[in-house]
């Protein structure tokens, strides 16, 4: 039986009295400290990309990428309005860069990713080489490298931009840092990152530097395929379906150090068993409709939306026809530090 301590008249002086040398009763604040499970903050929410692209174009009009440095509109969850979150730990905004225009080069802290949304032949140069993207792409640019972006299309060009900010600010690390020009120079060819490390063999006497996959730009018609093929074996998960997870081809590790990202595929007719994580996961739909039940909120996508559940939150997935969706999290954080947990149905939580 659990017992509530009192607050009596003796015990509130006494608070007041250790207070003047900045000291605190542990025993108040316990419960809050130390809660039986996660306390929760963020909420289902999800973005329908018909109904926000409007106001993405809108803002091409309103701000030049010079002026912006980088225009995005960002992903706020409702339930952390003002605090640049689209989950506790997250960053999530969708930036759109217009035909001929620049986003100049800089380098920070915290680890980007980008995931192509709308468009194809827009750029992003990391750290001396540059990649196209096109939709579906899951692109990375690892902590201080300096990145530009640049459309050479003659098309608008929008992404998901996610980032670790909210960890980076957490523990008070975080820089920033112009490049004197507004592009850097390039010194490698294009695919020259995905020829030496992508292929399951790498230059001999590369150890790489053990944060992110040297690989930048994970093409989505590769990853697709990948699915198609594992459709064909008959490996569904009962919970996600078809998942795989981008990877380090250098350690098999998280191909970021901050953020797990995963690409899944349910087929037609698919209806997940409920599941729950601590993770916050932010998805974004590549193909298909359906729809995610968080908890009582049922949360209806289609292609190019994004969408939230929040950590430690019930959730089940319902494909109505094969679908794709893209996540990521903090999922490697909490593993590392040996904090992660999931649960499948009424089984007991697995770490």
């Known amino acids: 039986m659990e017992v509530q301590p009192q607050r009596t008249p003796e015990r509130e002086a006494y608070y007041a009295r250790i207070a003047k040398d900045n000291l605190a009763p542990l025993w108040e604040v316990l419960k809050g400290l130390v809660p039986k499970e996660p306390t929760v903050v963020e909420v289902p929410a999800i973005w329908h990309y018909n109904e926000i692209r409007p106001a993405i174009m809108e803002s091409g009009g309103l701000i030049s990428a010079e002026e912006a440095e980088r225009r995005v509109l960002i992903l706020e969850n409702p339930a952390l309005r003002g605090m640049s979150r689209i989950t506790m730990n997250m960053y999530a905004g969708l930036q759109l860069i217009l035909p001929g225009e620049i986003a100049r080069s800089h380098r920070h802290a915290a680890s980007a990713l980008r995931f192509i949304l709308e468009g194809h032949g827009a750029y992003t140069a990391v750290d001396g080489e540059r990649t196209v993207m096109s939709e579906g792409d899951f692109v990375i640019t690892p902590p201080w490298t300096w990145h530009d ?36 120079p390039i010194s ?14 790498v230059p001999d006497g590369y150890r790489g530097n053990g944060k992110c996959s040297p690989v930048f730009n994970y093409p989505y018609a590769r990853t697709r395929e990948a699915l198609e093929k594992l459709r064909r074996t008959g490996e569904c998960d009962a919970c996600h379906g078809l998942k795989v997870r981008y990877v380090n081809p250098i350690n098999g590790d998280y191909a970021m150090p ?17 599941y729950r994580s601590t993770d916050g996961i932010t998805f974004a739909c590549v193909e298909g409709r359906g729809r995610t039940v968080v ?45 992660w947990r999931e649960q499948r149905g009424n089984t007991t939580p697995r770490t």
């Open 258 to 274: 901050t953020m797990g990202t995963f690409m899944q595929l349910m087929p037609k007719g698919f209806a997940g068993t409920p």
């Open 188 to 201: 490698r060819p294009e695919g020259d990152a995905l020829a030496r490390y992508g292929e399951g063999i």
């Open 149 to 184: 972006h640049g459309n050479e299309s003659d098309a608008p060009m929008v992404w998901m931009d996610g980032l670790d900010l909210p960890l980076v600010n957490f523990l008070n690390s975080a820089f920033m840092e112009p490049y004197p020009e507004e592009r850097q």
């Open 295 to 339: 908890g009582g909120t049922a949360l209806e996508w289609g292609p190019r939306d994004i969408f939230v559940v929040p950590s430690w939150h019930w959730y089940t997935h319902e494909a109505g026809s094969d679908s794709v969706l893209f996540s990521f999290s903090e999922r490697p954080v909490q593993e590392k530090l040996g904090l």
